[in-house]
């Protein structure tokens, strides 16, 4: 019987019928591990993505779990199992928030590309099936929020019970910076030179006021000037914000050393700060009628030319677009 050569390379000498034997029983071991490492290939849940996005954007784990209404621990715990599938590390921890790594980075990328495609699966199915159906992300700013906006959504969905509103806040240049990156299918925000590619429509007239407590030395006034409203001391609102932006310009182009009592980030802590006596208030109309309808306030209206604010709809310019995304403009535009 022929001798040969050991296949592993050392000098030993082996049968042909031992060669073939060991050659085979090699492919079996390739072949196993080969099926081991199929069965290993890890299982990404859709959802821990989505969370891990959530965490990337807000930069915080408490405020993505309160945007995810989920506990911390339990997103955590989510984030972790998302790293072991994985075999990486996605962020880094600390006490100032959290960091992306570079692999957390291009999960983020991957991941809100995919959530966008599942997303626009969905409503592109509903589109063949002739439905109306999917979700609709809306970003609006807080006027248009606590204004306007609830009694059209009560409409929208009256008329179109299979699609879903799924609404966020933000201020008025990032709703417009949401649109142009497509994180948002329809925005609301203060009327603005919008950047090319996007289509608006009006929306509704929103006019500012000037807030104060009862009582006050200018509530004996039909309408007040802005330069007479800055003398009293304003409660500022959203700094950074389309109305905190417009007001220091207003105020840089009349020569107006325009300071701030306190500023807040809400309507209603505005109305908390009035009532302690810290001043006026400029807001929107909007904010007026949700925050203060109560005999504890006055409202005069703003005697300048640039007070009359419109809010207006916005969305990427893009053809066609989907049936659901129409709908809901169609809902905000009458």
Not at 300 to 307: C, F, I, P, S, V
Request: glycine content about 8%; proline content about 3%.
């Amino acid at each position: 019987m022929t001798r040969l050569g050991c296949p592993i390379g050392c000098r030993c000498m082996l049968h042909s019928s031992e060669r073939e034997a060991f050659i085979w029983r090699r492919a079996q071991g390739v072949i196993l591990c080969q099926m081991r490492s199929a069965t290993l290939t890890p299982r990404i849940d859709l959802y821990s993505i989505r969370l891990f996005i959530a965490v990337a954007q807000e930069g915080s784990i408490a405020r993505a779990a309160d945007r995810e209404h989920l506990a911390a621990s339990a997103l955590s715990r989510r984030l972790a199992e998302l790293e072991h599938s994985l075999g990486v590390t996605l962020m880094v921890r600390s006490s100032r928030g959290i960091e992306l790594t570079g692999a957390g980075k291009f999960v983020f990328e991957r991941g809100t590309k995919l959530e966008d495609d599942l997303r626009n699966l969905a409503k592109e199915a509903c589109e063949i099936d002739g439905s109306i159906g999917g979700t609709v992300r809306l970003y609006a700013n807080a006027s248009a929020i606590v204004g306007y906006l609830p009694e059209r959504i009560r409409q929208f969905k009256l008329e179109h019970p299979a699609v879903e509103i799924s609404l966020h806040e933000h201020l008025s240049d990032e709703v417009i910076r949401a649109c142009m990156d497509d994180r948002a299918d329809v925005g609301i925000a203060v009327a603005s030179d919008s950047p090319t590619g996007l289509d608006s429509w009006h929306f509704v007239s929103d006019p500012l006021v000037v807030l104060m407590p009862s009582g006050h030395a200018l509530a004996g006034r039909d309408k007040v000037k802005f330069e007479d409203a800055a003398r009293c001391g304003l409660v500022g609102i959203q700094s950074g914000g389309a109305l905190d932006k417009l007001l220091r310009e207003r105020a840089f182009k009349a020569g107006i050393d325009l300071k701030h009592s306190v500023s807040v980030n809400s309507f209603d802590a505005v109305c908390r700060m009035l009532e302690a006596g810290l001043g006026v208030a400029i807001v929107p109309k909007s904010a007026v009628a949700a925050y203060a309808g109560t005999e504890g306030f006055e409202r005069r209206r703003l005697d300048e030319d640039w007070g009359e604010r419109e809010l207006r709809v916005y969305t990427l310019r893009k053809a066609p677009r989907l049936r659901a995304t129409d709908a809901v403009i169609d809902v905000l535009k009458r």
